[in-house]
């Protein structure tokens, strides 16, 4: 039995909360359970240096999490001068997902930075922001077009995450931090809403893992984003 | 006249909503009109080594905004791997206002911080997060009182802060961005609900000012902060 | 009765040493009693890059104390890696302040850095700072208009501060270290020769004061202002 | 055809040159073709404070990469002052696969810090590395045990890894940089010699791809993780 | 002929201030002309850890420049937030050059911080500071003596370093900033009273140089030295 | 009687392992005794901004020491956020060597970088990497030549390094590690293949020294760059 009573593969209660901020050209709160995770996506009509004059456009992405998001409060990023090992892995995570679904010569020559802030935390902090983020970025992108029509959308396709893992001998989907913090494998799935796969991480927590479990995980994992890919279906209108 | 169409005298919308986090001991999302700022209370039962031993405890405080709390997108100082001047001289002030009212030997041997996020920015993000603390410190006061008494009650009177400053050559209440970004001398009150000062800093941008309207400035602020101190109350069943 | 001897309005003795660095375009070794800070003005012409285009000049300063001003020895800034708090919040008063008295359209498109450096401390290091750097930017800019006279001069009143506090419960002018470091409220008021007001922090420290009690503060202020006036134009010959 | 002439599912010539430094308890440099990696295991017999006391050990490491160890000088991290995000999370990567075949209690209260610096790369440097810090780990712990006998091996079976990815349409293992770089999708995979798996990372690069892909590299990850444990065995004399 | 028209061996003319600092156990502004440093020695009866218990005392030193010492302006390095390479080296250099004439055992375990800021620099910055910061450790030796006297003197000689270099072809003493950033080489010489050497440091600046010249340098040093010791003496009494 | 057993005038067995890096311009693993640092040499055909426009170009150096190059293991630089006033005192060394034989008009418009970083370490790494970075200077030169030759070789003649101390009381060549952590004086001795002298550097550790023993040790460094400049000829086919 999951602490919080879920069969394995149920997800926790999908929110999807558009237009959250009044300054972002799109914004997301994104609910998974008790994981709340604020994402803004900002555009600007500049380039970094590096992908000036190749016709293309950026998408990019930074995560932190507030000091009390968490059971006790962790440090403050910005007060230790740098940021964590995990907190940059987290954010090339986020970033390389949305770019693999959208199409950066459609874009135009314009970068879009998506801000992923955990406002509080209970597990999958990092597939909740990729999820919300794939809102945020539609809406943002809805905004320009509905100024500079796009020839061709940018984002044809929508792009999910969820975390599967093996709690006490059974795959089940979506830790939370009960699940989370005591799990022996650990799996982040992100996936497209065609099906295919934008990135696989698997990974041993204390015991190794057999070809079959990383198969199940996968399964759950479609489950889980079918129920995140019609959240953000319905938080964008589409 | 204003921008917003209030009168000199005239505060933003008040929000105060108590345990908006579900970790923190206490927390609050204080709103000035559109600005938003997340306050939470972190009790720790350990002091900072050169506190120890003293028999007293402290209250500090951190502040920060998310990259795209303003109009514009700003750089995330953990990514910039430095808190900004500015970013440091706002919360000594935090910390400073809430020490003045908080009777550290009542509060026996812990620290609490109190973490200030400004969600969404319009002006006046200091004085919000001074006036949110306040609930966040006394409801996680509460949370420790119910389980080991205080003897004596570490917070006794309420503590608000409230800008106020000279727009177009009239002094006004509770500056927004689009006042604030124009105004000529700004000022940041901090008083406590007995009607004492606990911090007073008036700035001159770009023009000096005159005796008189510093009293007038603080006139007005008497009137926001017991407006304030309303919210607080009804925010904290006090 | 003050540690020192003095009566409540009765400044420490002032000392103007202009000239006192070879290289600098202004210099001064300003002296409250024991507190001493050179402050040096470099001018560039140049400014920096988000200032340029628009006609004006700029004022900065920076601060700095040497480790063994105070009676202990404080760490090097520069070999932890970085300015404090506290630093930076006296470095962004003393550039705010100078400001304040400064038309940057007839200073033209320069920029002036003016260097606080503390060789000795016993309180008021700051407002000393202030005063002594008019002292600096006055003697940069004379010897700037004795080669390319300006056309309006750009310092057309004088600018200094000095701190007021309640010690043992009575109001009194420029707190030295015994006196500040007891201080219950602790105050920086930034005055212009023509009597009006450019920055006003009064701050509780353990316990709030009245409005009366900062008026007084401000009494006590103007009375040394107007002595360091009086010495800033012994020094600059004015 | 692939750049190098290899077939599909071959390595390149795999090195394994143990005992390499004079100094460290435990030393490789291994070789996947033209990308070599010098490890060092470093055992200290004293463990970070937050580890102590609970009867383990710890294993962790750290990886770099010399300046012109690619074909384009980098800068060196150490001059620019902070690590970047790839650097740690490979070493992350590295920590992680080699905790999970070692048993720390069996390894008793010590800390074994593997080093992991790239002198030349083409592509693969990771898993190279991964690959390498099992055969300086095996002959550290051979270096404990010759003096003091662990009860139980700490390092029961071995742990391999190697990259796959899509080249021109084709599955295929063990990258080299020309494959690398235009690669669609590029997996990591990290590998028990019993078969089991300890991590999977797969990342479409500018193209998703599907389940039946994922399951080919995989397959050819164990291809490649068989001939590494040969070498593995070889290099300890297992 | 030498810019300044001193004859190659004629020192600039030597000032040796004691006692500027209030607070210091020991101080000294020593000037080489135009170039001016003014030395802290700081006393505190605790070691750095790795120094306990050995029945040693320690010395160490720091070096700062104020950013306006040198005809332009340079950066704050507290504001860089680090100290430059030049700077590590001068404060090392000092350092050991102070310990070489220092009976650390005779000292006890103290430790006695010696702070080189240049207020003012016109070449042969590190070798004043190395001449001043005898006199100021002298000064804080006899302070600590008069309170609780030292069995054995810690400082039985004197140390004294002086700058030479080859000016248009001929070897001269005592290089100011227009011969230092000419000169083909360039040599700082560390010396006790009793004329052994503590330091030696010559280096070709754009060409190389000859032995010959190394002990023409050597002999000017010899020159030089002479003179600060006898300036010395004469700054502390002895 | 030398802890290897070498006579006070022999040096360690030198290796020079030219071209040992696949992709670096020149490159050479010098290795005295059990000392090996590996030495590339990167072109750059664009000069830092401050040097652009002279019709000259640049040579510097950069130096950097594996974790476990040493007998206990030290932290990484690049873990710790910076480098080490020894690494920075050393790359300036190693730069200022190379300049100095460097003819850097004929180099035209091109900058090179040297990195050393040492594999292992036994006592001498930097006068060893002074000896192997003019090989691979020497290599990279070539390179060039052979596509677009020079007018005039940029590098006329050889330089090289040692070290040389008092050791139990008698001068020494080349002290490796035993001998280096006793030795009361330490120098490093940079000359060129005519005799000439680039760099003196010889320090007291702990007991000052006398002038003949300087011209002692000078001797002995005669002795041993003689055989470097041998080792580096048939290193580089001259």
Same mark, same amino acid.
């Given at each position: 039995?999951?602490? *919080?009573?879920? *069969? ?10 558009? +237009? ?5 050209? $799109? *914004?997301? %709160?994104?609910?998974? $359970? ?22 293309e456009g ?25 940021? #964590? ?11 390389? #997902?949305?770019?693999?679904?959208t199409d950066l010569k459609?874009l ?5 930075? %998506? =801000? ?6 209970? $597990? ?16 943002? %992108? ?26 006490? +001998? ?7 931090? =009960? ?7 650990? $799996?982040?799935?992100?996936?497209? *809403? ?22 199940? %995980? ?21």
């Amino acid at each position: 039995m999951r602490p *919080s009573g879920r *069969s394995p593969d149920m997800m926790r209660e999908i929110g999807m909360q558009p +237009g959250f901020s009044a300054h972002a050209e $799109g *914004s997301c %709160l994104v609910k998974f $359970g008790q994981t709340h995770v604020l994402v803004t996506a900002s555009v600007e009509e500049k380039l970094p240096p590096w992908m000036r004059g190749k016709g293309e456009g950026w998408v990019t992405a930074e995560y932190g999490m507030l000091p009390r998001a968490t059971h006790t409060r962790g440090s403050r990023e910005a007060a230790k001068g740098k940021q #964590s090992g995990r907190t940059q892995e987290i954010q090339r995570l986020i970033g390389r #997902s949305l770019r693999a679904v959208t199409d950066l010569k459609a874009l135009g020559e314009r970068q879009i930075t %998506l =801000d992923c802030d955990v406002l509080q935390a209970d $597990g999958g902090t990092r597939t909740a922001a990729i999820s919300g983020a794939w809102v945020a970025l539609r809406l943002a %992108l809805d905004k320009i077009h509905a100024v500079t029509p796009f020839a061709v959308d940018p984002l044809p396709v929508q792009v999910a995450a969820v975390s599967c893992g093996v709690y006490e +001998g059974t795959p089940v989907l979506d830790l939370d931090y =009960d699940e989370d913090s005591v799990a022996h494998t650990d $799996g982040n799935f992100v996936l497209t *809403s065609k099906g295919s796969l934008v990135e696989v991480q698997a990974t041993a927590e204390g015991a190794v893992f057999e070809e079959e479990t990383l198969l199940r %995980l996968l399964r759950l994992a479609r489950i889980g984003t079918d129920a995140i890919f019609a959240a953000q279906r319905a938080a964008t209108g589409r």
